[in-house]
């Protein structure tokens, strides 16, 4: 539970490299997420190419300029014929996430939102989807603590309008 | 990272409570989940009402199943006017799931296909999208090994179609 409550999108990375096993690593672990019908419609590009880099924290400025400092970074390809492949790669991506943080990484994910640039880019050829890039480093920086909504703004009970009463301390 | 890998959809529960306390720690942990722009698109139902699991667990079936003997449910609901609804509702419901198991308890996630009749049982105004429901409960079953694509098929390095030449073993 600690894990998931370290997780937070690091943007700075130290310029030290994430050796290729540690990224093997990650994919190994993240294969293990859950898929609509355990139909696993995904793929990784494992990316460490610096010049691949480059080019990919350029081609969505500013929400990929990440990419520009991280040392590595891992694609998710989805199967856009797969009916819950957005949902499917999005756990699949924060299992990514958790499992980079649990070997001390840092990471941030990247929305794609259909740049062509990125597609090509990484060769991905057509009926692939690029599903998000999560960029990966040693961390370089320490967030602030999150702006986060009320649990009393968010819960409700049995059925929706019947709110939680009052905060509640954990 | 143990976490990751003992999370598996369990279907079949123990019929022993589970306290609201605990499902309100789990939301509560869920709600650091990460989502577009941190403008956490979500609420949470948390359902502990036996007829209202009942009914939901006949209005999917087979999928909806698990919640006929489930204890309790976490629905997740999603502003469908936030553009990346799907994968934040989709990193919320990872959250509630690995802090379920985290906690001892066994979940699965039900698909509600944009069934109406969820949507009535729930209550849930226009303008809220029912993204999935997360059935929860003391574990009664302990599944077979997951049948897993190979690394090999999976992975790609730097582009596409550059692919792990062979087997790992970690």
């Known amino acids: 539970m ?26 190994n672990v993240a294969r293990h997420a859950p898929s609509g019908k355990n139909r696993q419609p995904w793929e990784f590009i494992i990316i460490t190419d610096e010049d691949i880099l480059k080019r990919l924290g350029n081609a969505r400025r500013p929400s990929s300029e990440p990419l520009l400092n991280a040392k590595a970074a891992i694609a998710i ?20 996430w958790l499992a980079a943080v649990s070997m001390g990484l840092g990471a941030v994910w990247i929305n794609p939102g259909g740049v062509k640039e990125m597609y090509e880019i990484l060769g991905l050829p057509e009926g692939r989807h690029l599903h998000s890039i999560i960029a990966i480093g040693w961390p370089a920086e320490k967030p602030k603590p999150k702006r986060l909504k009320r649990l009393s703004e968010l819960v409700h009970i049995n059925t929706y309008g019947n709110k939680l009463k009052e905060e509640v301390s954990l």
């Open 2 to 27: 600690e894990l998931l409550l370290r997780r937070r999108s690091i943007r700075r990375f130290l310029d030290r490299e994430v050796p290729l096993e540690v990224l093997i690593k990650i994919v």
């Open 77 to 96: 390809v989805t199967d856009p014929n797969t009916p819950t492949h957005i949902e499917d790669g999005a756990c699949v991506a924060i299992y990514v």
